[in-house]
Each structure stands twice: as C-alpha cells, then as structure tokens.
C-alpha cells in the first residue's frame, strides 16, 4: 500500500450500533487525524495524535473514541451511531504534527446512519 | 470566534483566469494552506503561505496579506479537470486547522 488507506469506502448503519472506522498509512508519519465533512461545513477535527500512544480530543469529539497503539494504524470508533454522525469521513497524516506541514487524506468512508 | 470565508461557488471559462478568495479572523496566524478536492475524492496539497506576498507554482499561485486576512489562489489557463472544491486553511496560535467550508469551482467550456 502506498499513502493512506481507509475501510470501509462507505456503509450504512442502523442508529445504536458500533462502528469502527480503519485507517492506516505506510509513510511512518507521527501524526494522525479523523475529519469529518458535511456539505456547506468546512473539515471538522474529531480526534487526533501526535505519536503512537497518545491521542486528544478535536473541534467535535462527542460521541466518537480513538487509539493510537501503533504509528500505522488510527481507528475511529463510534459507541452507538446516532443521525446527525452521517457524513463523510477523512483520516489524514502528517509528518510531526507541528501544524506547519501538509496533511495527507485518505480516500474517505461514507456513513449512513439511519 | 475563528471563522475563514470563501465563496460558496464560482464559475468560469476554460482557458480564462479565477480568483478565489478567502478572508479569515482566527486567534494568531502560523500560515495558511490551499487544497484542491475533487467530488468524491479526498483533499490534495495545493500551496502553503506563512509569509506576504505571492508563491507561484505552474498555472497555480497563491497570494497571501497578513495584515488584511486575507489570501486568493490564482488559477491561469484553466483546464476542464480544475472543476473541483479549493478549501482554505489557516493555522491559529495553537497550531490547529481551522477550515474553510471549500469552493466550488465549476468549469464550461
């Protein structure tokens, strides 16, 4: 795999169920984000890590969870999927994480929740 | 409050110029990115400007004023394929991307 990878492209979940949304990068970046992006809305951070092994809480946290056990992988976790998390969502690295640096997307999963 | 403002949808011809604008009030100002995005597709580095002035690469440029907060990106000799969203990005004092909601540049031939 080169860059980004995200699983699945897309799905449609029943409101209440657990999700796990799977990204992983194969360019040894130190940090990762999760996005989500809805029409008229810019980019809003959920969660995001520095390192493997820590992570912090974005712009919209609520009702979404993270772990960062390793430097490839960066999982999202919704406990119990609600309407309003329908949207698309974008894991990106970048390098350090100093915030001065390009961030790169992965292709995207999009959500349904009904 | 941090806001950035673009306009929502610009249309222009192929082979012509578009300006698109981006206006922002955020808390501090470590530099500001450009990114292209096509329908469907996630979001691609276009530029980075920390410092006044303009950064020129291709048919691509972008222009930054730190004391009007205030940044375009320049598209010259427009092609069919620049049909996408172009999303402004500023990063504030905590170094955290504050997005824009992105424009929509549609392209006729």
């Known amino acids: 795999i080169a860059g980004i990878t995200q699983a699945p492209t897309s799905q449609i979940l029943a409101a209440g169920r657990r999700m796990t949304l799977r990204c992983t990068q194969d360019m040894r970046h130190n940090a990762m984000y999760w996005y989500r992006q809805d029409l008229g809305l810019g980019l809003r951070l959920i969660h995001y890590?520095?390192?493997?092994?820590?992570?912090g809480k974005g712009e919209v946290p609520d009702g979404y969870s993270v772990s960062r056990a390793n430097t490839d992988d960066f999982p999202l976790t919704l406990a119990s999927a609600v309407p309003s998390q329908t949207s698309v969502y974008f894991c990106a690295s970048s390098d350090t994480g100093t915030g001065q640096e390009t961030q790169y997307f992965g292709p995207g999963t999009r959500l349904l929740v009904l | 409050g941090q806001n950035i403002d673009q306009p929502t949808e610009m249309t222009a011809t192929e082979g012509a110029i578009v300006q698109i604008n981006c206006t922002y009030q955020t808390s501090g100002f470590n530099g500001l990115f450009w990114y292209q995005q096509h329908a469907g597709e996630a979001p691609t580095f276009l530029s980075y400007?920390?410092l006044d002035g303009l950064e020129e690469k291709g048919r691509f440029s972008s222009f930054l004023s730190r004391s009007k907060g205030y940044s375009y990106l320049l598209l010259k000799e427009l092609q069919m394929k620049d049909s996408a969203s172009y999303l402004c990005a500023v990063i504030d004092s905590n170094y955290q991307l504050i997005w824009g909601a992105g424009t929509k540049l549609i392209i006729k031939p």
């Open positions: 890590s520095n390192t493997a092994g820590t992570t």
């Open positions: 400007n920390v």
